[in-house]
Every structure is written in structure tokens, then in C-alpha cells.
């Protein structure tokens, strides 16, 4: 090949013109091609050298093994139609390298965020926490509803936790501050969303906030020991100067009102319409162990809660229920 590269030294030196310096490139051009196609290339030349394996993998051990008795080194599909190529090779979990390398197969956590967010209530909702800690003025309502959602976005199956501290639509001194339609918005969102609602009284759940303490998942309401809950009838709001005719159409929703409370309030707590209805006539206060035994709640929160948290199960366990598959970080 080396002598086929060689070009006729006569022929360089006395070109003169650039028309026969043209036809000797044209010459030497088709005559190295010819060369190319006659002599081929080793394949041995061609190889690229590659760094040894560490014997000391197990999963590279594992798979040359598989490539090696593989008809076509190529074709490693999984025997498996349900697992994608190459996952079974995975027999057991001790193919893993180290534990920052694994990852789950399936998570719905994907939109968690890597570093926690900068300020307290971020904090909270990152730890799929919603605190009600005012009375339920619609800009309280705007952003319970928003973080229930949002919540719901962010996992569809991990439970929300709902700490309540709030007076409801009235203030501790009884004045009208939202209309009752801000706690049944509350509401219908935790009915609508796919979560559980787990909810928790910290302090006071008065009228429509005891409605939401009652709506949390059956088994999982749960009250501090000196906490509050207080049920009543709604309140209508001032009818100042308002024509007859208005305050009555008030009058008559605020009794509509009541009448869905009643309702809504029996359904969760497993009472009769007479009976919340009556003990709604005045305004009804219940300590931790009355709420008990009245249904809003099903456990009290004292000193001993650690046996209650034991009982929950490990984020492993759930993950075996949810049938989660751990696979390499790979």
C-alpha cells in the first residue's frame, strides 16, 4: 500500500501548466482509491482499547457473564415481559453498589422539591402540613383550598395533615367575619381531593372549623388534650340598613345553612339529625374527652401518642404496599 501512495516524481516537477497539473491530481486521486479497495484494513487496527472491568463488581461481573453466554452479546432482553431490558439481571438487592445509587422504580414524589424551601409555612407544606390557625376569612379559605390542591399535585396518595386552630366564620367573641359558605368551600376540597385527611386540633375548632376536624379520615382525627371543639348554629350577618324583604332572604339562608351543618356534622359523627340539632340550639362546647364521645374525633393526642406513631408503618412498608420496586441508580 505504501508503494501505491507514491507519486510519479517526473510527473510533479514537470507540470507547468494548470491544466496538467489537473490531470495528474485527477490520476493520483483514482489511483489511491484503487489501492484503498484492494488492500482492506484490519479489523485489529480498528479496535478500541477498553479499560479492564473491576472484579470487584458485582453487577459488571454479573453482566459480562450474561453477554458471554449470550448467543448475540447484543440481545440481552429480559426473559420477563413485564420488566424492561436488563432488570433481570437484578436477583437480589446486594447488586447494589451503594445505597446513594438506588432509586425507586416507581415514585410519586417526583415534584419534590431537592432542597427545602426558605421560609416556615413552605416548610410546613413540604412536610404536607396545613395549618388553620384564623378564623376562615376568604383569603384563609383561598389558601387552604390552594395548598390541598396543591398538596394533591404533588403525591395523589400520601396522606395531608390539617392542624386547626380556628374560631370557624365568627370570632372568640361571636361578630360575623365569613360567610359560611368559606367552611363548606374547605370542605367539599378535602371530599374532592384523592388524599387522606388526617386532622389535628391544636387549640379551638369552633363552628364550621369543628366541621372540618369531624370531615378527616375515619380513625385518624385527633384532638390535643386541652384543645376545644365547639359546634353552634350559624350566624346570621348585620343586616344594618337593609330592606324587610333582605333581611328575611338572609334570614332564610342563614336557617339553610344551619340545616346543612346539621346534616354534614351527623353524617361524620355518627349522631341523629335531632340530636346535633339540639345540642346545636345553644352554643355546645366539648373538651377532648366529650369530642370522643361525641364522634368528632377518634383519639386524643396525650403523653403516650409514641405508641400510636409505632403503629404506623415504616416508609419501607408502604412501599411494599404500594408495590414499589427498588432498581439501580443506573
Known amino acids: 500500500m505504501a508503494s501505491c501512495l507514491q507519486l510519479p516524481m517526473a ?20 489511483t489511491l482509491i484503487s489501492c484503498i479497495k ?17 472484579p470487584k463488581d458485582p453487577f459488571l461481573s454479573k453482566l459480562a457473564s450474561a453477554a458471554a ?9 429480559s426473559k420477563s415481559s413485564d420488566l424492561p431490558p436488563y432488570l433481570d ?6 447488586l447494589m453498589a451503594t445505597p446513594a445509587h438506588v432509586e425507586r422504580s416507581v415514585s410519586y414524589s417526583e ?22 390557625g384564623m378564623p376562615l376569612v376568604p383569603a384563609v379559605t383561598e389558601l387552604v383550598i390552594a395548598e390541598l390542591l396543591y398538596l394533591q399535585w404533588m403525591d395523589p396518595k400520601d396522606p395531608i395533615y390539617v392542624y386547626i386552630n380556628s374560631t370557624g366564620t365568627t370570632r372568640d367573641d361571636g361578630e360575623t367575619v365569613g360567610m359560611e359558605s368559606e367552611g363548606f368551600a374547605i370542605y367539599d376540597a378535602m371530599m374532592h381531593i384523592k388524599n387522606e385527611i388526617h386532622t389535628v386540633a391544636v387549640g379551638a375548632a369552633i363552628g364550621q372549623a369543628c ?15 386541652h384543645a376545644k ?5 350559624p350566624r346570621a350577618p348585620s343586616s344594618g340598613l337593609m330592606p324587610a324583604s333582605d ?3 338572609r334570614a332564610k339562608e342563614t336557617v339553610t345553612n344551619r340545616d346543612t351543618l346539621v346534616k354534614l356534622l351527623a353524617r361524620h359523627t355518627g349522631n341523629s339529625l335531632e340530636a346535633v340539632a339540639n345540642l346545636m340550639k345553644r352554643p355546645f362546647y366539648m373538651d377532648s374527652s366529650r369530642a370522643l364521645q361525641f364522634g368528632v374525633i377518634d383519639k386524643i393526642l396525650w403523653r403516650g401518642q409514641e405508641k400510636i406513631m409505632a403503629d404506623a408503618p415504616t416508609p419501607d412498608e408502604w412501599d411494599k404496599i404500594a408495590g414499589i420496586k427498588v432498581v439501580d441508580g443506573m
Open 11 to 30: 510527473a510533479s516537477l514537470s507540470s507547468s501548466s494548470s491544466s496538467t497539473r489537473s490531470i495528474n491530481s485527477a490520476r493520483n486521486s483514482k
Open 38 to 54: 484492494t488492500q482492506p484494513i484490519s479489523s485489529s487496527s480498528l479496535k478500541i482499547p477498553m479499560p479492564p472491568l473491576n
Open 69 to 77: 453466554a449470550a448467543e448475540n452479546p447484543l440481545d440481552l432482553k
Open 247 to 249: 333581611v328575611l332572604i
Open 211 to 225: 366541621l372540618i376536624l369531624a370531615a378527616g379520615k375515619k380513625g385518624r382525627r385527633f384532638m390535643f388534650p
Open 229 to 233: 371543639a365547639m359546634i353552634q348554629q
Open 111 to 132: 415534584h419534590r422539591p431537592r432542597k427545602p424551601p426558605p421560609d416556615l409555612p413552605s416548610l410546613l407544606l413540604n412536610g404536607r402540613i396545613v395549618y388553620i
Open 89 to 94: 439481571l437484578f436477583e437480589t438487592p446486594t
